[in-house]
């Protein structure tokens, strides 16, 4: 079982850079592939960026690429999601997101198992 918290979300504006973290309990975090995903306001949640158990192969969105950063301190339990040149689009809600699976299946939200409850993130133009 793993508990996920996601903090550090807020109001920035346009240009502005922003770090999500998400924290997870239990000793088995090390060995999970961490995704992230967001959700806006009637729309579908959509994958973000996610990062393998070890850090060495991260996947990103083509809407991110480039402006996005995914890194993990496993002995700290810690995922973090490093967005940079925000947009207006990027205006969502932030997911963290845990699952066994590895490779390319890391994109699939219906892959993961556990789920954070959310930080909203609101970027003003």
């Known amino acids: 079982q793993v508990q996920l918290v996601e903090s550090g979300g807020g109001l920035v504006q346009a240009g502005d850079s922003l770090r999500l973290s998400c924290a997870a309990s239990g000793r088995t975090f090390s060995t999970y592939t961490m995704g992230w995903f967001r959700q806006a306001p009637g729309k579908e949640r959509e994958f973000v960026a996610a990062?393998?158990?070890?850090?060495?192969?991260?996947y990103y969105a083509d809407s991110v690429k480039g402006r996005f950063i995914v890194l993990r301190d496993n002995p700290k339990n810690t995922v973090y999601l490093q967005m940079n040149s925000l947009n207006p689009e990027d205006t969502a809600t932030y997911y963290c997101?845990?699952?066994?699976?590895?490779?390319?299946?890391?994109?699939?939200?219906?892959?993961?198992?556990?789920w954070g409850q959310g930080t909203q993130v609101t970027v003003s133009s």
């Open positions: 990062i393998s158990w070890i850090g060495a192969i991260t």
């Open positions: 997101a845990a699952t066994s699976k590895a490779g390319e299946s890391s994109r699939w939200r219906n892959e993961y198992d556990y």
